[in-house]
Each structure stands twice: as structure tokens, then as C-alpha cells.
């Protein structure tokens, strides 16, 4: 099936597009870009080169895709990518920007929801079914596990890493790492319990939670130093608990926890 491209569209003859694609009124898409099949580009899209989509994305309204890194420092003639997979919602204004490191990829996974205004810094890596709501902004090297949920207003701290199934609350400022399976929200940021709901939607069952809950309490309410707390999640002997153990091990920044008024 051929590709519906508007009138108005530009399309340079060096861009790469598959099959079935639907290229609305003033689109840009630049030298260098590959589109894979059954996208849609609503009115204004820019795509800037080195940009790659899969198939079955839909991009909204005057999203920019591929701009420059926002680093005063950056040569814009390093060669960088936006590297983004199949089946993606980038609503209205959507911003990514290509990585500011040569060969670097600001990369996005697949089946993301990313609502009006959300900006997302070089560099980032979002992982797959992750959501972000509108007005929210991540900086440079952001990585975001799979099935994050990041509420409207948030900014987040250049370098930080969200957990899987992590929630982050309306307007919080993120400056630490992101713990999985948790609630954070607030100003500062801190832990307010687990991400009950979103994992009872994500099918864990009774005893994932008991896990969780264990793992919890150990890691924000028992006082206990930090070797101690890795101890003792290592000792559960449990998927879930590795998995937070492994993340605390890897969190060069450190990590929000739950505030001492909790």
C-alpha cells in the first residue's frame, strides 16, 4: 500500500518511508529519516534527520522529533539519533531530542503514551508501555523502566533512573532515582507507599504483593543501614526483591525513600 502524503507536506527525497503511512498538512520530514510502515503524522509534524520510527505510531499535532540537544555545549555536527518503536502516541507538541553524544540514541521503546507537552531531554531511554502526562519534562540520560507512570508537572532530574512500575505524582520534582513497584510524589520527593493499584491492573497476584510489602517495609521503616537492607532483601530469594535490591545497588544517585512524617 502506497503512502498518503499531504500537499503541503515536505518530504526530502532522502528520508526512507515504508508502506501505508499518512503524512498530514505540513509535515517536515528531513534528509535521513526512516519511517517504517502505518504511521500517522498529523498537521505540523517535524522530523528531523536522524530520527527512525517503527510502525503504527501516531504523532500528533506540531510535535518536533530529532531537534537538537538542549547542551549549550553541543556541536551540531556530531552525528546523533532518535531511535523510536512501534505502536507510540506522541500527542500534541511533543519534543525529543537526539542524543548529544557521538553515535549516542535517544531511544523509545514500544506502545508509549506520551500526552501534549511532554519533553523529553538527549539522551533518554524509555522503556515499553510507559506513560507521561502533559507538562513534563526529563533531562539528559533519563531512563525510564517499562509501565512507568509519570503524572502531569513532573520534571526529573538529568541522570535519573525510574523503576518498573513506578508511579510519580502531579508536580513532583524528581532529582533522585525512582524506586519500582512505588509511589513518589511531592516537593521535595518522597515514597508514599506501593503502586497498589497499578500492579493489581498489571495482574500480581496475593503473594507478588506480600513480597512487595515485606520488601517495603524493610527498605523504608526499619531503620536498618543500607548493607543491612540489601542483606536482607538478597535473602527473600525472590524475583521482586532482587529486582529492587539490584536497583539500589545501581543507583549512583541514590533514591527517593519515604519521608521520615510518613
Do not use: W
Request: charge should be negative; aromatic fraction near 6%; charged fraction near 20%.
Amino acid at each position: 500500500m502506497s503512502n498518503t502524503i499531504h500537499p503541503t507536506a515536505f518530504v526530502d527525497p532522502a528520508a526512507e518511508l515504508g508502506h501505508g503511512n499518512r503524512i498530514g498538512p505540513n509535515v517536515v520530514i528531513e534528509a535521513g529519516v526512516r519511517l517504517g510502515d502505518d504511521n500517522t503524522l498529523h498537521a505540523g509534524v517535524v522530523l528531523k534527520a536522524g530520527t527512525s520510527l517503527g510502525d503504527g505510531n501516531a504523532v500528533h499535532e506540531y510535535a518536533v522529533i530529532g531537534g537538537l540537544p538542549q547542551d549549550i555545549h553541543f556541536d551540531p555536527a556530531v552525528p546523533s539519533t532518535v531511535a523510536i518503536g512501534n505502536g507510540n502516541v506522541l500527542r500534541e507538541f511533543v519534543t525529543i531530542n537526539r542524543a548529544s553524544r557521538e553515535n549516542g540514541v535517544t531511544r523509545v521503546g514500544d506502545d508509549n503514551y506520551l500526552m501534549t507537552g511532554v519533553h523529553l531531554g538527549h539522551d533518554c531511554v524509555l522503556g515499553d508501555r510507559v506513560i507521561i502526562a502533559p507538562g513534563t519534562g526529563l533531562g539528559g540520560f533519563v531512563q525510564v523502566a517499562d509501565r512507568a507512570f509519570i503524572s502531569g508537572g513532573v520534571m526529573v532530574h538529568q541522570f535519573v533512573h525510574i523503576g518498573r512500575f513506578a508511579m510519580i505524582g502531579g508536580n513532583a520534582k524528581i532529582t533522585r532515582d525512582v524506586l519500582p513497584f512505588m509511589i513518589t510524589d511531592g516537593v521535595p520527593a518522597s515514597v508514599h507507599g506501593l503502586n497498589r493499584v497499578g500492579l493489581r491492573r498489571a495482574g500480581f497476584d496475593a503473594g507478588q504483593m506480600r513480597v512487595l510489602k515485606q520488601a517495603y517495609q524493610l527498605i523504608h521503616r526499619s531503620g536498618k543501614p543500607l548493607g543491612a537492607i540489601l542483606e536482607g532483601l538478597d535473602a527473600m530469594a525472590d524475583p521482586l526483591a532482587g529486582e529492587l535490591a539490584d536497583f539500589i545497588r545501581a543507583a549512583e544517585r541514590g533514591f527517593h525513600r519515604e519521608s521520615r512524617a510518613a
